[in-house]
């Protein structure tokens, strides 16, 4: 049984996170949603990765490029590189391809911490997990960044090959999501957990805390529910698309 392990990076007490970068302001996952969160003060970003078929680490959350890229589809594990990058998933009237996590790290990684979700949904056996670990201990700043997935096979296997750096156990907010996490979570070696927002309040959210772990609830947006979430002792940080309010919101619940 594993103990809870110290979670690496340090983030200040109650952390705003900006999910998919400043995602409410720019198109999400991209360079400059990235650098506008940095530009806005927020303390880290999340953003989502996948293997291309050429075996790059490309940030997006979607399993196809339907939603975000103009004018394409397609898989994303099914793409080249070259194709993704070819797309347009920024505005019209500054077109953007999609980043890799090598250029995130290397634009916004000494600015801001980051937290890398493995988003390898469709393809829950492809070696995406050992590809960060290796770019990851590449890069070499293990405390700037942590690992999450809704994926327990994926952090067991980031673990094997990166366990310098720290993992976050994602959660649904569905029974099966919940009665899974607590048959895994004294098993699996993660230093942080990520409720989503409805089950923030939760007693097993709670006794994670008090075991030590760190906890961040996803996806906070309204200025009201981002100060109230903050407000919570057992509440380390939030996810927000929206980190101008996310930090108006941690300024009051810290005075509070």
């Known amino acids: 049984m594993a103990g809870v392990p110290r979670f690496g990076p340090h983030l200040p007490p109650k952390a705003v996170i900006a999910h998919r970068g400043a995602s409410a302001y720019s198109a999400e996952n991209t360079l400059a949603a990235f650098r506008a969160a940095a530009d806005m003060g927020a303390h880290a970003i999340e953003l989502d990765v996948k293997r291309s078929a050429d075996g790059r680490v490309v940030v997006m959350h979607d399993a196809t490029v339907t939603r ?3 004018g394409a589809a397609g898989a994303v594990r099914r793409m080249t590189y ?6 347009n998933v920024g505005p019209a009237a500054r077109p953007e391809g999609v980043p890799t996590l090598e250029e995130v790290l290397d634009a916004v990684g000494q600015r801001l911490f980051v937290n890398i979700e493995l988003t390898n949904y469709d393809a829950p056996f492809d070696d995406l997990p050992q590809r ?3 770019l990851l201990k590449a890069w070499g700043h293990p405390e700037r960044v942590w690992v999450s997935s809704f994926n327990p096979w994926a952090l067991w296997r980031f673990a094997r090959h990166c366990p310098e750096v720290s993992m976050g156990y994602l959660t649904q907010p569905t029974r099966g999501s919940v009665a899974l996490y607590r048959l895994l979570a004294p098993w699996l ?3 942080a957990l990520h409720p989503h927002r409805a089950q923030m309040d939760a007693d097993w959210v709670r006794r994670a805390h008090a075991a ?4 961040f609830p996803y996806t906070v947006n309204r200025y009201a529910a981002l100060r109230d979430a903050l407000a919570r002792p057992w509440i380390d940080g939030v996810f927000t698309d929206r980190p101008d309010a996310g930090l108006h919101a941690r300024a009051a619940a810290l005075l509070s």
Not at 212 to 215: L, T
Request: net charge positive.
């Open 82 to 87: 070259a194709q993704l990058r070819a797309l």
């Open 189 to 191: 070696p993660h230093a």
């Open 212 to 215: 030590g772990r760190k906890i």
């Open 132 to 134: 960060v670990a290796a």
């Open 68 to 70: 975000t890229a103009h």
